[in-house]
């Protein structure tokens, strides 16, 4: 397995992939890596001759210092783990200065409202710090495919709406949720959760299967109203927000329309540590 901390060299050997007519898939990651990843890898390399991981913890999508200081990083780790996973990959774990130069600021995104709701209303500037390292990847490794996990399901819709504003010939694919034995969405930031944290934080997904169940027969009014209670002295959560919205235009349901498809968000912290999760609310997506 090839690790590449440059772009120039990174780029050389995409272009010698590309002339040999090998389809080139990218997997952009922050690292600490865990089997959520690995499964996006896994579905990258059934479709893909090259499958490339990024491993770079991006400052400008964190609007909080402490997180970004507190992200777990672990690139010895990641690799060993992607080695045991396939010896044909490749991975592009930059500095900040080569991916960024002597300006690590975000450009301004409008991705038509996309960045206003949920994750965009709690975290300010993190759809456009998102938004400048996706696109700056793509342009640098120029993959034909790249994966992005549904678990950051707001995100996947913003890549591809940057996709739709930019022309950039990249294929979006979303991956489903992968979660620990408990239902719990994995994520790198369950690493700074212990044991009892772990086991009550499963609650957020409890939360979201009865969620699917009541969006059959109940309002999204009601649905909001008893998520809130379902929280309120939780020993361990405490919820951020809870929405239900349109699959494409994540827009806040008013009511339900005949041939929308609908998601129910979930944000939540333990301590400082955030979750997020979601759900597919209808069969047919
Ligand atoms: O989902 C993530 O890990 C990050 O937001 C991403 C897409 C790698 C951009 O830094």
């Given at each position: 397995?090839?690790?590449?901390?440059?772009?120039?060299?990174?780029?050389?050997?995409?272009?010698?992939?590309?002339?040999k007519?090998?389809?080139?898939?990218?997997?952009?990651?922050?690292?600490?890596?865990?089997?959520?990843?690995?499964?996006?890898?896994?579905?990258?390399?059934?479709?893909?001759?090259?499958?490339?991981?990024?491993?770079?913890?991006?400052?400008t999508?964190?609007?909080?210092p402490?997180?970004?200081?507190?992200?777990?990083?672990?690139?010895p780790?990641?690799?060993?783990?992607?080695?045991?996973?396939?010896?044909?990959?490749?991975?592009?774990?930059?500095?900040?200065?080569?991916?960024?130069?002597?300006?690590?600021?975000?450009?301004q995104?409008?991705?038509?409202?996309?960045?206003?709701?949920?994750?965009?209303?709690?975290?300010?500037?993190?759809?456009?710090?998102?938004?400048?390292?996706?696109?700056?990847?793509?342009?640098?490794?120029?993959p034909?495919?790249?994966?992005?996990?549904?678990?950051?399901f707001?995100q996947?819709?913003?890549?591809?709406?940057?996709?739709?504003?930019?022309?950039l010939?990249?294929?979006?694919?979303?991956?489903?949720?992968?979660?620990?034995?408990?239902?719990?969405?994995?994520s790198?930031?369950?690493?700074?959760?212990?044991?009892?944290?772990?086991?009550?934080?499963?609650?957020?997904?409890?939360?979201?299967?009865?969620?699917?169940?009541?969006?059959?027969?109940?309002?999204?009014?009601?649905?909001?109203?008893?998520?809130?209670?379902?929280?309120?002295?939780?020993?361990?959560?405490?919820?951020?927000?809870?929405?239900?919205?349109?699959?494409?235009?994540?827009?806040?349901?008013?009511?339900?329309?005949?041939?929308n498809?609908?998601?129910?968000?979930?944000?939540?912290?333990?301590?400082d540590?955030?979750?997020?999760?979601?759900?597919?609310?209808?069969?047919?997506?």
């Amino acid at each position: 397995m090839q690790v590449f901390k440059e772009k120039t060299p990174l780029q050389e050997a995409i272009k010698a992939a590309k002339s040999k007519a090998e389809t080139i898939g990218l997997v952009p990651t922050m690292g600490a890596l865990h089997q959520g990843h690995l499964s996006l890898v896994k579905q990258a390399l059934e479709v893909c001759d090259r499958v490339i991981i990024s491993i770079f913890v991006n400052p400008t999508q964190f609007d909080n210092p402490k997180d970004l200081e507190k992200y777990p990083r672990t690139l010895p780790e990641d690799i060993k783990l992607l080695e045991e996973a396939s010896s044909n990959l490749w991975v592009f774990a930059p500095t900040a200065n080569e991916l960024y130069g002597d300006n690590i600021s975000s450009e301004q995104f409008n991705f038509d409202g996309l960045e206003q709701v949920m994750e965009g209303k709690h975290r300010k500037g993190h759809f456009d710090g998102v938004g400048t390292i996706v696109k700056r990847l793509f342009e640098i490794i120029t993959p034909h495919k790249a994966f992005f996990g549904e678990k950051d399901f707001q995100q996947l819709q913003i890549v591809r709406k940057l996709i739709e504003k930019t022309g950039l010939p990249v294929e979006i694919i979303g991956c489903p949720i992968l979660r620990e034995d408990n239902g719990l969405a994995r994520s790198s930031r369950n690493e700074r959760l212990n044991t009892n944290e772990r086991e009550k934080a499963s609650f957020i997904y409890q939360t979201l299967l009865k969620v699917k169940e009541l969006f059959g027969t109940k309002s999204a009014e009601y649905i909001h109203n008893w998520v809130k209670e379902q929280f309120t002295n939780h020993p361990v959560l405490k919820l951020e927000y809870f929405e239900i919205a349109d699959t494409r235009t994540l827009e806040k349901i008013n009511r339900k329309r005949k041939g929308n498809t609908y998601r129910a968000f979930i944000a939540a912290y333990v301590d400082d540590i955030r979750l997020i999760d979601n759900i597919a609310l209808n069969n047919e997506e």
